[in-house]
C-alpha cells in the first residue's frame, strides 16, 4: 500500500491528524499555564469578607422579618378579639332591639290591666320586658289620674 497525497481521502485524513495533534498540544499548554497561575491571597479575603457580610445581611433581614411577623401576628389576634366583641355587641343590640319592639307591643293601659289583675311590678317587667321603672312609673301616673 502505498501512500499518495493524490488520494483526496488519504490527504484529509493526514490534514485530520496534523490539526488534531495540534488541538492537542494547545490544551496541555493551557493546563500547564493553569497550573502555574496562583490564586492571589488577598482575593480569598476579599471574598471570605464578602461571604461575612452576606451572612450578616442575611442575619439582620431573617431579624426584620421575624419582628414583621410577629407584629403581624398581634395585629390578627387583635383583630379577632374585636371581632369577637363586634360580635357580641351585635347579639346584644337585636336582643335589645326585640325587647324593645315587645315592649312597644304593650301600652300604658295593658300594664294597668295587669296591675289589677294581680301582678306586681317586677312580673310584669317579665311578661312585657318593660323596665320595671317604667312600670312603676305608668302604674303611679295611672293611679293619680284615676284617683
Known amino acids: 500500500m502505498s501512500f499518495t497525497l493524490s488520494d483526496p481521502t488519504r490527504l484529509l485524513l493526514l490534514a485530520q491528524l496534523v490539526i488534531q495533534v495540534i488541538l492537542v498540544a494547545?490544551?496541555?499548554?493551557?493546563l500547564v499555564l493553569e497550573k502555574r497561575r496562583k490564586i492571589r491571597p488577598d482575593a480569598l479575603e476579599e471574598l471570605r469578607s464578602v461571604v461575612e457580610q452576606t451572612r450578616n445581611l442575611s442575619d439582620t433581614f431573617h431579624?426584620?422579618?421575624q419582628q414583621k411577623?410577629?407584629?403581624?401576628?398581634?395585629?390578627?389576634?387583635?383583630?379577632?378579639?374585636?371581632?369577637r366583641n363586634a360580635e357580641l355587641?351585635?347579639?346584644?343590640?337585636?336582643?335589645?332591639s326585640l325587647k324593645v319592639k315587645q315592649a312597644r307591643q304593650f301600652s300604658a293601659g295593658d300594664v294597668q290591666k295587669l296591675h289589677t289583675g294581680g301582678f306586681d311590678a317586677v312580673e310584669i317587667a317579665q311578661i312585657t320586658g318593660i323596665p320595671v321603672g317604667e312600670i312603676q312609673l305608668m302604674i303611679k301616673v295611672a293611679s293619680k289620674n284615676t284617683a
Open 63 to 65: 431579624g426584620q422579618m
Open 69 to 83: 411577623i410577629d407584629l403581624v401576628g398581634k395585629v390578627l389576634g387583635d383583630l379577632d378579639a374585636k371581632i
Open 26 to 30: 494547545f490544551v496541555v499548554f493551557l
Open 89 to 96: 355587641l351585635m347579639k346584644g343590640l337585636e336582643e335589645t
